[in-house]
């Protein structure tokens, strides 16, 4: 049985599982400003369970490698939003996002390392196996030097260490 017949329900694309972890974590940050409570670390790990479980097995590689990114995106946001209402704006959001991020650096690394854990059993090591053969693969051919004649001299290929000078010399010069 293929792998779409055992699977059923939803799948998620790359894109699908980094925008679904983005805006879950903004809807925590929402809900903190509405409510008060320290919503937006949960909502982070929350959306990161939710999109590496739906994501396709193929996308895995790049959703483990996404979640900082995506929480620095929503905090970059969300305290932007915050610091337009203040009266000093670049204060407040540099202030912001220093406390935002030292605040849920551990969320950060909670959410990222449950991604890992969860791509590891779907089959992150096969993803990243088909990686490096694919590059292996598609790897640039390296030009080997040209033979010389019988004395052991092999040249370079000509323009590798000056440029190519084209023409004669003239008289005179």
Known sequence: ??????????????????????????????AQVLSGWPVIGPAFVAGCVVAVSLVNRRDLLSLVVSP??????????????????????????????????????????GGSLLVL?????????????????????????VPRPRTGDGDGFAPEPEGYFEPKVYGTPREGQ
């Open 68 to 109: 900082p990114l995506t929480f620095f995106v929503a905090t970059l946001v969300t305290e932007l939003v915050r610091a337009l209402t203040t009266a000093s704006p670049i204060q407040s959001f540099g202030l912001g996002v220093f406390t935002a991020l030292s605040g849920g650096a551990p969320w950060l690394f």
């Open 117 to 141: 854990v969860i791509a590891w059993r779907r089959g992150l090591t096969q993803c990243v196996r088909e990686l490096r053969d694919e590059l292996r693969a598609a790897g640039p051919k």
């Open 1 to 30: 049985m293929s792998e779409r017949g055992r699977s059923s329900g939803i799948r998620l694309t790359a894109r699908g599982a980094v925008a679904f972890v983005l805006a879950f974590t903004l809807v925590g940050s929402v």
